[in-house]
């Protein structure tokens, strides 16, 4: 038993590691436990406390005290050093970029320390990947590959990494290599499931999550690319993720010079438009209209017809269906709005409540999406002030009930979309 009294510090430590490696995470996490009681400078029971305890959100802050004692005991042991980067990236929450940078320094160190350990070049690649430096993500992860070819973390990574820059070429090579080497390994299909998702082959995907998840059903990335695969049997969200494909090839930098020039590009050609056909103009406005609207509410849209599916919603996490409920019942609305309207000739009344509801719409995808640690809040606020402006303004145009304030509530709506397609499409306080 797990709570059974061991001779040995070494006893102690290597009956947990037996426990964790049979997923018995808690029982591992007393046996480490015993080993500090018998020696308090047993620094491995630290290292491996700290893997285990940053697996739970409750936790995770534990892991990083662990970490630390495990490398104020032995500075120079470059494991202990690539844990505490794990410990401190696991902590740090989407947009908290120094608290990300400071977790890439120790594993910096680590590879220094010892340039022939896999395992510190794999986690120095994950930082670089969750920083969005896909060159040196891939340069790490190749690294760690070519000293140990069956590391996990690092083929993770550099599939990742290749996606992102669009090398599909060199990324269906690596995972058919897995494949065949391991026809069990989950995180190979997990790769090639998402390949399949960027190529628009949603069937394919989904084969390759469902076989990844019955090798191990804790891969929160299989589930996730799942959700994913379930969402592109929907043509407009199968666009998106062809068009965010295209993006990702390029540096953040270069992906905002490329918005501001399509927008001056649009802003040139409609005034054009106008002073020589004001049909086409319009039609150049309606046009970018449909993209900015498209390139923001594809995913919620999709998410509405996973809710739906008995089978599929069973793979949602409360905020993942909450996202479809909410999301796809505001572009309904805005469509039924906008029918209506015309079928009880409302005009520019139904016009305005089914704008309230579209654009209400893209706020709420903005903050269901949304992980920044600070983002998350303003646009959450800013969500349900736009949901209630727009409910609030199409039950008065509707139900003829004259509500104070309608009118301005709308507008507010209104006004919260239109901030919010800027925002987020800069990545201010978004990820």
């Known amino acids: 038993m797990s709570d059974d009294f061991h001779p040995s510090p070494d006893a102690a430590y290597a009956r947990g590691r037996l426990l964790q490696s049979q997923h018995r995470t808690q ?10 009681e018998l020696d308090a400078h047993h620094t491995l029971s630290y290292i491996m406390l700290a893997l285990c305890w940053m697996q739970e959100d409750d936790t995770a802050p534990k892991s990083i005290d662990a970490a630390q004692r495990a490398v104020a005991l032995e500075p120079e042991n470059p494991f202990a050093r690539s844990v505490l980067a794990l410990a401190l990236n696991a902590n740090a929450k989407d947009g908290q970029n120094a608290a990300i940078k400071a977790a890439l320094q120790q594993a910096e160190e680590a590879v220094n320390l010892d340039p022939d350990s896999d395992f510190s070049h794999a986690v120095l690649s994950r930082l670089h990947l969750r920083l969005r430096d896909y060159p040196k993500a891939e340069a790490s992860a190749r690294a760690a590959l070519s000293l140990d070819t069956e590391n996990t973390m690092a083929a993770e990574v550099l599939s990742a990494a290749l996606l992102l820059q669009k090398k599909d070429g060199d990324n269906a090579d690596l995972i058919k290599y897995q494949l065949e080497r391991n026809a069990e390994d989950d995180s190979a299909h997990t790769s090639a499931g998402w390949m399949a998702v960027m190529k628009g082959d949603h069937k394919k995907a989904n084969e390759h999550f469902l076989e990844a998840l019955r090798l191990n059903p804790m891969n929160e990335n299989a589930r996730l690319g799942l959700i994913e695969s379930f969402r592109a049997r929907s043509w407009p969200y199968r666009l998106q993720l062809k068009f965010a494909h295209f993006m990702n090839q390029f540096t953040e930098g270069r992906q905002t010079a490329i918005m501001l020039g399509g927008f001056i590009c649009y802003k040139v050609l409609s005034s054009y438009l106008k002073t020589v056909s004001p ?12 993209f900015v609207l498209w390139a923001h509410l594809a995913r919620g849209f999709s998410s509405a017809f996973i809710v739906m599916d008995r089978f599929a919603r069973e793979a949602l996490r409360p905020r993942e269906y909450w996202e479809g409920v909410v999301v796809g019942g505001l572009i309904f609305a805005s469509i039924s709005s906008l029918v209506l309207g015309f079928a009880w000739h409302l005009g520019a009344e139904g016009g305005f409540a089914a704008l309230t509801c579209i654009f209400a719409a893209v706020v709420n995808a903005a903050a269901f999406t949304n992980d920044h640690w600070i983002g998350r809040h303003v646009y959450g606020v800013a969500a349900a002030l736009a949901g209630t402006g727009a409910l609030y303004a199409t039950l008065d145009v509707f139900a003829d009930l004259h509500l104070p304030f309608a009118g301005e509530f709308g507008s507010l709506a209104l006004l919260l979309g239109v901030a919010a397609t800027w925002l987020r499409g800069f990545g201010v306080w978004y990820r």
Request: with cysteine.
């Open 279 to 290: 049909i086409l103009g319009a039609v150049v406005i309606g046009a970018w209209l449909m």
């Open 27 to 36: 029982d591992a996490i007393a046996c480490y436990k015993q080993a500090l």
